[in-house]
């Protein structure tokens, strides 16, 4: 079921979420809609928070990792994903993000990181990425910590991000 997006500054995207205790068919059917909305919308990931649930639950497309945008989509789901970084050294990845519409701004992470999380099997899954594909894992994870990627920006471009929101609505 297509469900809508929340959008910046929508107070629930700023809260933490709290871990899948038991992957059941309310997790699976979670999931499916997360799911529909991101291949609606468009994109190359999405976490639960940003359809308006509060439970450790990400998408992503792991076909990023190829760096190749030729490839068809590949969208796996990762339930209590962790993040593990394996190479501090900072990559600057241009992002965009579902929840904050009409910017894209420069974010530095990690280089190379690992995600363990389950599947929707309640299966132990491992995935190493870096640089594009490492930034996706980190930027879809931040979500559940209630971070969105402009808290990684300067002050004054996220100033001027919020005073064109604030316009927008008037």
């Known amino acids: 079921m297509l469900r809508p997006v929340l959008q910046y500054p929508d107070p629930l995207l700023a809260k933490v979420s709290e871990p899948v205790a038991e992957i059941n068919d309310e997790i699976r059917a979670l999931a499916q809609d997360m799911l529909d909305t991101l291949t609606t919308v468009g994109g190359v990931g999405i976490a639960a928070p940003q359809i308006g649930v509060l439970k450790r639950v990400v998408i992503i497309d792991v076909s990023q990792e190829k760096n190749d945008p030729d490839l068809p989509q590949d969208f796996k789901v990762f339930v209590n994903p962790v993040i593990t970084v394996l190479d501090p050294k900072g990559h600057?990845?241009?992002?965009?993000?579902?929840?904050?519409?009409?910017?894209?701004?420069k974010v530095k992470r990690p280089r190379r990181v690992a995600l363990d999380a389950l599947d929707l099997d309640g299966k132990p899954v491992h995935i190493e990425?870096?640089?594009y594909y490492g930034a996706c894992m980190q930027h879809e994870t931040d979500h559940l910590d209630g971070k969105l990627f402009i808290d990684h920006i300067s002050y004054l471009k996220r100033s001027l991000y919020d005073k064109k929101m604030r316009k927008g609505r008037k």
């Open 129 to 131: 990425g870096e640089d």
């Open 92 to 105: 600057e990845e241009n992002e965009g993000c579902l929840s904050v519409p009409e910017l894209r701004a």
